[in-house]
């Protein structure tokens, strides 16, 4: 399988000139461990994913790491949390020895704690996601979004994806991205099967993987709603409090996203459910049965998938650059206006509107005006993301931009 350069190989190379641990954390099957094996040849590797491994790294921790010939890669680090602690002892005794281990987890919902006690100032985290749209086109441009006239002019043109659907019913996981007869049906079936055995059941302590796989597959159909507990509750007939945690676990483990209300500061009434998202549009697809791309285009989610999508994007590019989530918040008032996404860059509010048509209308930027009640914020000219293939000014000196320039 070819290997798909990875834009945030630069935040992982800045992060192991600066701390003596990197630890690497996203969801199942993202390109974590190829990417560190493929950057960093000469390291030596061990994954706690083999039992006789997993064994000694419990049972025997501190000789486990001194066997270790640094700098070393330690994948599947969230089965041995205790293992942190040993870290920490050996990154003390070695303080000034930077980018010795490079350490990878798909779970957070409980091994972030041991890194939070343990490799507080010790241990820089990188945040990885599946594949942005720009890795899959091998374009090598990466910087955030910030939809200023700047960006726009250093975006370097690209042509459009003839079916742009196909790429999210594929989704942004390497290896389906890197073989194109791989039947994508089965590759997820394949992954959910592994998601609930190894993160659900194993780490999370979930019983009941029937129940919680209906739950999943509930949950992609309120892709890119606002989050209603209690109708997710009644759905999968489950107590609230269950669906609590069971939501925890997918967000833990990058599954889903919550994108969160902007409401600083004002006495307006909004909304202050966040809505709730997948970051892989090729998991959410197959949970809600679409089987071609065809289908997903004309389904009555296509436009929540589109949206989903460029917010995934979006936030991808962000984490390619400085490894952690950008400040991104939606907005909808008492009155059902909304605007799709905001970008939060210090006092300055970028407004965005996701629409799957191919042309803007002005009308798709006239929401943007209400981020004005936001005292002490400054409100920047607006988006409007479609399928345009070009940039076209709009009213109130919002542009229209491609899905390409994102």
Not at 316 to 341: C, H, Q, V, W
């Amino acid at each position: 399988m070819d290997y798909i350069p990875r834009h945030i190989i630069s935040v992982v190379a800045e992060t192991a000139r600066t701390f003596p641990v990197t630890l690497v954390t996203g969801p199942r099957q993202v390109g974590k461990t190829t990417m560190l094996c493929e950057e960093f040849p000469h390291a030596s590797y061990a994954t706690l994913d083999r039992l006789d491994v997993l064994d000694a790294a419990e049972n025997q921790p501190e000789r486990f790491l001194e066997a270790l010939e640094k700098p070393a890669i330690v994948d599947e680090v969230q089965y041995a949390p205790d293992l942190f602690r040993y870290v920490k002892i050996q990154s003390d005794a070695h303080p000034r020895a930077k980018g010795r281990l490079f350490l990878t987890g798909s779970q957070r919902y409980q091994m972030m704690q041991g890194v939070d006690e343990s490799l507080a100032g010790r241990a820089g985290i990188v945040e990885m996601l599946g594949l942005s749209l720009r890795e899959i086109r091998r374009d090598p441009f990466n910087a955030p979004f910030v939809p200023t006239a700047a960006y726009r002019e250093k975006r370097n043109p690209v042509k459009a994806d003839a079916n742009i659907w196909e790429v999210m019913l594929r989704g942004d996981l390497p290896e389906l991205n890197a073989d194109s007869a791989m039947s994508v049906t089965r590759y997820y079936d394949s992954y959910i099967e592994t998601y609930l055995r190894r993160d659900v059941r194993d780490l999370a302590h979930v019983g009941d993987l029937a129940k919680f796989n209906r739950f999943m597959g509930i949950v992609a159909q309120a892709h890119g709603q606002v989050l209603n507990k209690s109708d997710l509750a009644d759905k999968t007939d489950a107590s609230f409090q269950t669906v609590d945690r069971w939501l925890s676990v997918l967000e833990a483990s990058s599954i889903i996203y919550l994108l969160k209300p902007f409401t600083a500061s004002t006495t307006k009434r909004l909304v202050k459910s966040p809505k709730l998202y997948f970051l892989n549009s090729g998991l959410a697809a197959r949970l809600c049965g679409y089987s071609s791309a065809a289908d997903l285009e004309a389904g009555t989610q296509a436009g929540a998938f589109f949206e989903g999508f460029v917010i995934a994007e979006i936030a991808k590019s962000f984490l390619n650059t400085s490894g952690m989530m950008p400040a991104l918040y939606y907005y909808r008032d008492s009155n059902g206006r909304e605007i799709d996404l905001i970008i939060e860059q210090g006092m300055r509010l970028y407004p965005v509107e996701v629409k799957k048509a191919e042309l803007a209308r002005p009308d798709d930027a006239k929401a943007f005006h209400l981020l004005d009640i936001f005292k002490g914020y400054e409100r920047q000219p607006g988006t409007v993301i479609c399928q345009t293939r070009n940039p076209l000014p709009l009213p109130n000196d919002a542009w229209a931009l491609p899905l390409s320039y994102v």
